[in-house]
């Protein structure tokens, strides 16, 4: 296992459209988190899951987005009817319990 | 007010010099707090945690203020290789354990 791994790594598409990301962690990783990130800022909270639980969605994620982790292993972000606004690197990081976050190379979206 | 606060620099510093980035944080129940290393276009890495009796690692040393909300970190003999985004972040903890992360502090190391 080399890490976290995040597909795609670019998407481009029109504003209106459905995109999904989806996020592999390390194996033996219980806990998964997404960020998102623009330019110039730091990551940004979205949400995070304790293996297949989802604990905490960040009250600035709009009812568009939806994430799963139906069998605690991987996860899937799922962006509905995009917005120009939405552009940014996604990432998905896994951890063990309250360890160090291991973060992906993230999924740049670009809505058009 | 944001919770984890930054300035966002760029700090542009020589090789060998000394440079100190500080944060503040705004919620007094956080609990756990680090620093986390961003190459341009990459992920974030941790460097470092950071320990209410100070901690250092190598050229690096980071301290931790509880009772004004405060972190800092000392990169000491800059290197080339320090160039990137220093990320202050803080874990509230319990139920709530997102880590929130500051904007980042931009530092350019130059010959």
């Known amino acids: 296992d080399t890490g976290v791994s995040q597909d795609p790594r670019h998407k481009i598409t029109k504003r209106g459209q459905n995109v999904t990301f989806r996020c592999d962690p390390i194996?033996?990783?219980?806990?998964l988190y997404w960020y998102r990130q623009t330019l110039g800022q730091g990551p940004e909270f979205l949400t995070y899951?304790?293996?297949?639980?989802?604990?905490?969605k960040s009250r600035l994620l709009s009812d568009r987005f939806s994430a799963e982790r139906p069998k605690g292993s991987f996860s899937t972000l799922e962006i509905q009817r995009t917005e120009q606004g939405d552009s940014a690197m996604y990432l998905c990081?896994?951890?063990?319990?309250?360890?160090?976050?291991?973060f992906g190379e993230g999924s740049r979206l670009t809505v058009l | 007010r944001k919770e984890v606060e930054q300035d966002p620099g760029p700090f542009n510093v020589p090789e060998g010099a000394t440079v100190a980035f500080n944060c503040t944080y705004s919620?007094?129940?956080?609990?756990?707090f680090f620093w986390y290393r961003q190459d341009c276009r990459k992920e974030p890495k941790l460097l470092m945690s950071v320990y209410s009796s100070g901690n250092e690692d190598g050229r690096f040393t980071a301290q931790l203020n509880r009772a004004s909300q405060y972190i800092s970190l000392l990169i000491r003999d800059s290197k080339l290789s320090d160039s990137a985004t220093y990320l202050c972040v803080v874990r509230h903890g319990g139920t709530a354990s997102k880590l929130t992360f500051g904007t980042g502090t931009r530092l350019q190391v130059t010959l």
């Open positions: 919620n007094s129940a956080s609990q756990s």
């Open positions: 899951f304790q293996n297949e639980a989802q604990l905490e």
């Open positions: 194996s033996e990783h219980n806990r």
């Open positions: 990081a896994s951890s063990l319990g309250e360890g160090e976050l291991f």
